[in-house]
């Protein structure tokens, strides 16, 4: 079993950068690929990132590359998401998720283990 903490969220104006972290616990997170995940207000979830943690490859959904980057710290299995250039599109709540090797990374029931999520605020 995996326990996944966010934190980081905020409000932030438009233009701004936010970090997001996502602390697992219970488990070695070495067999597993961690994603972000985010439900804007009335809309689906969307895939945003993922980065599998043996390798360290990660993927991007087209609206956030070269603004959003996923990264891992081996030490305090802690997963991160930096934001640079956040847009009022970007507003949602964030979810980090983690999901055994196989899956795909961009297939949201594919995730096996979720964080209850932080909210992300962006101001015009």
């Known amino acids: 079993q995996v326990h996944l903490v966010e934190s980081g969220g905020g409000l932030v104006q438009a233009g701004g950068s936010l970090r997001l972290s996502c602390a697992a616990s219970g488990r070695a997170f070495s067999p597993y690929r961690v994603g972000w995940v985010r439900r804007a207000p009335g809309e689906e979830r969307e895939f945003v990132a993922a980065?599998?943690?043996?390798?360290?490859?990660?993927l991007y959904t087209d609206s956030v590359k070269g603004r959003f980057t996923i990264s891992r710290d081996n030490t305090k299995t802690t997963v991160y998401l930096q934001m640079n250039s956040l847009n009022p599109e970007d507003t949602a709540v964030y979810h980090c998720?983690?999901?055994?090797?196989?899956?795909?990374?961009?297939?949201?029931?594919?995730?096996?283990?979720w964080g209850q999520g932080t909210q992300v605020t962006v101001s015009s």
């Open positions: 998720a983690a999901q055994r090797a196989g899956g795909s990374l961009t297939t949201i029931s594919a995730y096996d283990y």
């Open positions: 980065i599998k943690w043996s390798g360290g490859s990660t």
